[in-house]
């Protein structure tokens, strides 16, 4: 279990870091396309497996792909949906996820010969592959990287399709281009300080949101001694906590939703130590378990949409696959620290699971709130947003030089 387990993150890992040099040059839809195709024909590979050898080197391959598919599209969904639309296509997102979880679970459940649960989920993966094919590049990753006319042509497409046919080619558009290799992306975060300050808090986020997600060993395993009804109800409890997630981040905002929702998990965290049995066979540690499951799952789903929010166009690419990695190494991380349970007090873990909820607690305070704001573009507007005031200033300065050319022209 927990070797197949490992293999995968692993597998996700080097992946990730991989496509940080990806994303942000050829494209989200091309990276989320290579991913889903590697993870599908990894799985479907499974299917004439000899060893299990064989299975841990597809399962490697199967991490890869599936979390670069995952986080490209993440990607194009944030800077394709409307700043009042995007905590309702996270919620979409990541509740799809959790659908997958249960059907997955259903998979498993009603075929017995592994071979045909192998193929079954290929053939589900590459079916449900064929409409990214057809999707539109991000209009706003095309103008980062000077590519107008396809940005031009995808904003035609959208007013195809709102019946609002609109011709792009006398249109002028306003935006930077900034087209960087990997070494030139890696020299801004010593440049802008606002940009390095929330990407390391944000690797920090992640790692002990994928610690506390894979490591809280006491949810599903300790809700049903029956592991499908567990795996169920865990799939549910996930569903939950990522549509309520909606309403929260709507009307507190980010940052105060993330401190919310980690704030419950820091409780159901305490309320599963004492030994409390309520009847023959639900626990304290049940209720607690079904608590923290659903603050765990809460809070990997909005620090997506969070992360997403903060980071600029021209980066998001490489901030959201470090931040994942970042998370990967978290969950194999998490799934040693479980390993406390069997040679010490249990209430040990759960202290620590509580200290690194604090800690997250703390790295959320000092990042940036970007509710109803707009995504930022470039590194610069990412410190403008966070009022910078040297960069302020620089910009103030740059508008008024590009107006007296302009009137100088006219």
Not at 207 to 219: E, R, T
Not at 291 to 300: P, Q, R, V, W
Not at 322 to 327: H, I
Request: positive net charge.
């Amino acid at each position: 279990g927990k070797q197949w387990y490992q293999r995968r993150v692993r597998g996700a890992t080097i992946g990730l870091l991989i496509s940080t040099a990806v994303y942000d040059r050829f494209g989200r839809r091309i990276g989320a396309v290579a991913g889903n195709l590697l993870g599908g024909t990894a799985t479907l590979l499974g299917l004439w497996a000899t060893s299990v050898e064989m299975l841990l080197v597809l399962r490697v391959l199967q991490g890869v792909g599936m979390f670069v598919q995952m986080t490209g599209m993440y990607c194009w969904i944030v800077e394709l949906t409307p700043t009042h639309l995007r905590s309702y296509a996270n919620a979409f997102f990541m509740s799809v996820w959790a659908v997958g979880y249960f059907i997955v679970t259903c998979y498993g459940y009603a075929i017995p010969n592994w071979r045909y649960i192998f193929l079954t989920v290929a053939l589900t993966n590459y079916i449900l592959m064929m409409p990214i094919l057809f999707f539109p590049i991000s209009p706003r990753f095309a103008l980062v990287r000077g590519r107008e006319k396809e940005a031009k042509k995808t904003l035609e497409f959208f007013s195809r399709l709102c019946n609002n046919e609109t011709n792009m080619d006398d249109v002028k558009l306003v935006f930077k281009e900034r087209k960087q290799n990997f070494l030139e992306q890696l020299k801004d975060f010593l440049i802008y300080p606002t940009l390095r300050k929330q990407t390391l808090l944000g690797l920090l986020g992640w790692f002990i949101v994928a610690v506390l997600f894979y490591g809280f060993s006491f949810s599903w395993v300790h809700i049903s001694s029956n592991l499908y009804n567990g795996h169920m109800i865990a799939a549910v409890s996930k569903l939950v906590a990522y549509v309520s997630t909606l309403p929260l981040a709507n009307i507190v905002g980010r940052r105060k939703a993330m401190l919310v929702i980690l704030a419950t998990g820091l409780f159901s965290n305490l309320l599963a130590m004492p030994d409390v049995t309520i009847t023959g066979t639900w626990r304290l540690e049940s209720i607690a378990s079904l608590l923290g499951d659903m603050a765990c799952s809460a809070a990997f789903g909005l620090i997506y949409l969070y992360t997403s929010e903060l980071a600029p166009t021209s980066h998001r690419g490489m901030v959201m696959s470090l931040s994942s990695a970042a998370a990967r190494v978290g969950s194999f991380a998490g799934t040693y620290v479980s390993l406390l349970y069997s040679i010490t007090d249990r209430r040990v873990p759960l202290a620590l699971f509580a200290v690194m909820t604090g800690v997250f607690m703390v790295a959320v305070w000092f990042l940036s709130d970007s509710t109803g704001k707009k995504i930022p573009e470039t590194p610069q507007d990412v410190e403008i947003l966070a009022g910078n005031q040297q960069f302020v200033e620089t910009h103030c300065q740059h508008e008024k030089l590009e107006n007296s050319a302009g009137e100088e022209e006219i």
